[in-house]
């Protein structure tokens, strides 16, 4: 058996370590850059922890980072490393991302300022990955954007239209389960207690956290696009549903224990308990979608879901 002739050997070792010594240096630079975009957005950052601690409606923004980056590693399979390459175009959209911020911190807007990080983020994946590694993240980096807060003039317009809804909706269910029932402007009467369903009980809290959990069953869950679309859509209803409900079994607690008991335990013990049951209509609106349309396996066999090939095809004969 012949060998291979050592100027060969030597050829080939070089290049090995001239790529070794390329990637060392490529992520030695992505690290220092990495650590550059955190240290300048490190005020941005400050505000939204500040937010998710204080605002009701972005309590859910703590779970954004590690939901996201457990998306990326369900899809490590689509990063291939040799595939990897550094891409210099990266940089001009940075350069732009920075320059924006330069003027947005003159005018003051933190909010657009803060909603460039994941696109700064982005750029940085072009650069060190290149499209390859792009387009397996940008899942990932989409996700980000719902650990911001939604413009201030798009939560006003909300909120009014959630609070009424919150408020009929609620005091409706309460009038099926037989309790005396009175609604005044945003304050139910469930018999002689008044339960005044405030602002930061309009259900815009719980939609986000719905949107952002429905959101990440639809990227990691393998199902049609046109049961993911329903998915989507059913967001808005699951979350209003749920808040409702949540209204509904405080002002029972008011009416059965007094408002001293309602305030203690049924407030917050309901809203933490629409969280499994979010999770439960979820489940069960896949379950129902999955019985909607029988679709055909991928494996190999004679049957789909319990039809055999001989039935769905009465034509064909068996022959022995």
Known sequence: MSTPPQSTIRHDSTIDASTRADRRALWASTAILAAALLVSYAPSLANLVHEWLTNPNLSHGFFVAPIALYILWR???MISVAALRPSWFGFAPLAAIVLVRVVLFEWNEKY???????MAAACLVWIVGGVPLLRASWPSLAFLYLMMP??????TLLSAPLQ????????????????????????VFVGAEPLEVAQVCNGLSMLMTFVTLILATVVLVERPLWERVVMLA???????????????ATGW?????GRDAGERFAHDLAGWAMVPLAVAFIYIELYVLSLLVIEEQAS???????ISASARNPGAASTR
């Open 150 to 155: 939604l413009p201030p003039r798009f939560g």
């Open 234 to 248: 059913s967001a808005p209803p699951i979350a209003l549903a749920s808040n409702i409900i949540r209204i509904a």
């Open 164 to 187: 009424t809804l919150a408020t009929a909706g609620s005091a409706g269910l309460l009038h099926l389960a037989g309790l005396p029932v009175l609604t005044r402007g945003n304050i």
């Open 112 to 118: 657009i300022e803060t909603a460039t990080l994941p």
């Open 300 to 306: 190999s066999g004679p049957f789909v879901r319990g």
């Open 75 to 77: 899809r490590r399979g």
């Open 253 to 257: 607690c008011y009416h059965q224990f």
